[in-house]
């Protein structure tokens, strides 16, 4: 018996070598080594073996070692067989390892599995007015300071300041506007001050001699500087169990510097859209609004990120063309094919058009997972497809909210890309109120 156990192994052994160049094999080896899913969602393997091996093959669970201490719970997947085909089914929110072994302990293929919980948010649409302010005040450029012969001087660019610098404090002092800056250096009357700066993600101190100015009467350093930003957007999603929003669906960054801004304060409120400026190919369009107050949506900026601006609203917020919150669909439920998008083309009133999903790339995370194409004759009519302003109206695929506008493509104004929600949700879930 001894002789013959070596002998079956090795049989076995050169058996499945030989499945492995069967079409069945390399699907198995070539399973994801990584897996999302929702909660009550369920997805079919199908793994043909010959029935010399089929036996010997299992899809696998990998529970981790439980303390004595700790209460049993299942596991957040369960994996259920029925002759070649392996069920998985996501039961709760968590992350297992599911492995593929042959003879119950060899690991042929192992998948780790992250299984999402639903979620439900109202879908945006509203075209919003954007006010930020700084932390900090931005340096955009160098203006020429002339002395009493008219002659041009740059104190602080001589000292080293570059544009995109950002300005904390002065002698000690902290400088939250333009007017704050040019009061602090004129108060000097010419003598040496300390510039607090960020640059790069470091902090460091620059001594700028201020200088009298012909013109102004005042002591300037040279410096054309910028402290706040203020725009149209679209509102993407809004989260009724906690009232925070997201929006646009990408970072505000400076005009002049390209550089993100590192918000102080800032808030939302709702605008109207008095006119479309029509894309073209080369000239991007816009969306031209107005501010209103006195609008149904008002709240606060809490975060400027790559993937959006956050915070919160002070009232509820609601779609009328949505009277319920809609299901969130995460980046592998996208696909390709007809979807919508939510957004204001003229005064506060939300409308829906059709767009294509023409390319989804599930494994990006750079806000351009996917691309986009207006296919709505309207909106094509009107714009010539997506417009400045139109960043973060929210796409809607198959009664899901998958991801939101973000950027137009500059030669075709009627594609463009959009961000998945995953994305979105990632930073939302980490919003605090300051």
């Known amino acids: 018996m001894r002789k013959i156990r070596p002998v079956i192994g090795i049989i076995l052994a050169l058996a499945f070598l ?9 699907t198995m080896l070539s399973l994801p080594s990584y897996q999302r899913m929702v909660v009550g969602e369920s ?26 201490f700790a209460s049993s719970q299942d596991p957040p997947v369960v994996v259920n067989r029925d002759g070649d085909n392996y069920e998985i089914t996501a039961l ?60 041009k001087q740059y104190p602080a660019r001589d000292e080293g300041i570059e544009i995109g610098d950002l300005i904390y ?32 993600g470091k902090f460091i101190s620059v001594p700028v ?28 999603f809004w989260d009724p169990g906690t009232n925070q929003y997201a929006a646009l669906g990408h970072i505000i960054v400076d005009a002049d510097t390209r550089q993100g801004i590192d918000v102080l304060q800032g808030k939302i409120v709702s605008a109207s859209i008095q006119a479309i400026k029509r894309g073209k190919p080369g000239q991007p369009g816009e969306k031209i609004g107005i501010f209103n107050g006195k609008g149904e949506i008002e709240g606060s900026i809490n975060k400027n990120t790559f993937y959006g601006i956050y915070g919160k609203t002070e009232a509820q917020v609601e779609n009328p063309l949505s009277a319920y919150s809609l299901e969130v669909g995460y980046a592998h439920q996208v696909k390709e094919g007809e979807a919508e998008i939510f957004t204001v083309v003229n005064g506060e009133d939300i409308e829906r058009f059709s767009i294509m999903i023409e390319k989804v790339y599930p494994e990006r995370s750079n806000g351009k997972g996917m691309i986009i194409r207006v296919t709505d004759p309207r909106l ?8 400045q302003g139109m960043s973060g109206s929210p796409i809607i695929q198959d009664s899901r909210l998958v991801g939101a506008v973000t950027h137009v493509f500059l030669n075709d104004p009627e594609r463009g890309y959009g961000i998945f929600i995953d994305n979105m949700l990632s930073e939302m879930n980490e919003v605090k109120e300051r």
């Open 18 to 26: 030989t499945v492995c160049f069967t079409p069945q094999a390399r």
């Open 92 to 151: 709760r929110p968590g992350k297992v390892d599911v492995q593929l072994k042959l003879l119950g302990y060899i690991p042929i293929k192992s998948m780790a599995i992250e299984s999402l919980p639903t979620r439900r948010l109202v879908a945006g649409g509203h075209s919003i007015g954007v006010l930020l302010q700084s932390r900090g005040i931005m340096v955009v450029g160098f203006a020429p300071v002339l002395d009493k012969k008219g002659e």
């Open 380 to 387: 094509l009519s009107l714009s010539g497809g997506i417009v």
């Open 169 to 200: 404090r002065v002698d000690g002092k902290t400088v939250n506007s333009e007017n704050d800056l040019a009061r602090v250096i004129d108060d000097k009357k010419g003598e040496s001050v300390s510039l607090s700066i960020k640059r790069r």
């Open 43 to 68: 997805n079919e393997i199908a793994i043909e073996l010959p029935a010399l091996l089929a036996s010997k093959v299992d899809l696998q669970v990998i529970r981790p070692t439980e303390s004595v």
């Open 209 to 236: 001699i201020p200088a009298p100015c012909s013109e102004t009467g005042r002591y300037r350093v040279g410096l054309y500087v910028r402290d706040g930003i203020v725009g149209v957007g679209t509102l993407s």
